[in-house]
């Protein structure tokens, strides 16, 4: 049973326009993450909501924002895609920051940028 | 967080077991150390944590030395599903950055 799902698996967008991609938890998790996954690199942290409180690193790009209207659903917007931002975006969960704070991804969302 | 240093790639038979050594020396008291893997253009999978001390589980078994400084993840019947990146990851429970490396290339080979 799918815990973590993203649609859809492969997003196509042209240079310059807007996309949401979007993640969903059967977990009732408090936490949700995006991380970005480029060709042969680690993931990299975007931001996580706590429940609704948003939390940004410091070096993510103002490209990218993300919305959580409930607790099952996160989206991440890329406002203006370049072709940088061509990656795997993946989303994870994780119960709270107590305990050993165990993250769990889903499946990715593979972005092209034409 | 503590860093870790992993091997870039390893191989194993089919049916052996699998061990892969992370060393994470400057791990302090409260960081865990967690296992992730990779297959080909999937999301990463959990496989184990631990604190202190052994811990299996129905997917592997982590095996923390007693002072902490290194640690081996145990694959105990290799298949050709296991073939993937491997990440050994170190950080303290209330740090929400899951800060991957480069990770152990495994290949299983029939």
């Known amino acids: 049973d799918a815990m973590v799902i993203q649609n859809p698996r492969y997003q196509v967008t042209q240079f310059g326009k807007p996309v949401t991609l979007s993640c969903s938890q059967t977990?009732?998790?408090?936490?949700m993450y995006w991380y970005q996954q480029k060709s042969s690199q680690a993931p990299k942290l975007l931001f996580h909501?706590?429940?609704?409180?948003?939390?940004n690193e410091a070096d993510t790009p103002d490209n990218f924002q993300s919305r959580r209207p409930n607790t099952s659903f996160c989206f991440l917007d890329i406002r203006s895609p370049g072709l940088g931002d061509a990656a795997m975006y993946l989303c994870?969960?994780?119960?709270?920051?107590?305990?050993?704070?165990?993250?769990?991804f889903g499946p990715g969302t593979r972005l092209l940028v034409l | 967080d503590a860093k870790t240093t992993q091997p870039t790639s390893m191989d194993c038979a089919e049916g052996r077991a699998a061990n892969l050594p992370c060393n994470h020396s400057?791990?302090?008291?409260?960081?865990?150390v967690y296992w992730y893997r990779q297959i080909h253009s999937q999301g990463p999978q959990y496989i184990i944590h631990?604190?202190?001390n052994n811990e299996t589980n129905e997917m592997a078994s982590l095996i923390i030395t007693e002072d902490r400084k290194s640690s081996t993840l145990i694959l105990p019947h290799a298949t050709l599903r296991d073939t993937a990146v491997y990440y050994c990851?170190?950080?303290?429970?209330?740090?929400?950055?899951?800060?991957f490396g480069a990770g152990t290339r495994l290949t299983v080979k029939p």
């Open positions: 994870a969960t994780s119960r709270d920051s107590t305990g050993s704070n165990t993250q769990y």
């Open positions: 977990l009732n998790h408090n936490v």
């Open positions: 909501y706590y429940d609704k409180d948003f939390n």
């Open positions: 400057t791990i302090s008291g409260n960081e865990y």
């Open positions: 631990g604190l202190k």
């Open positions: 990851i170190v950080k303290e429970a209330w740090n929400n950055d899951m800060r």
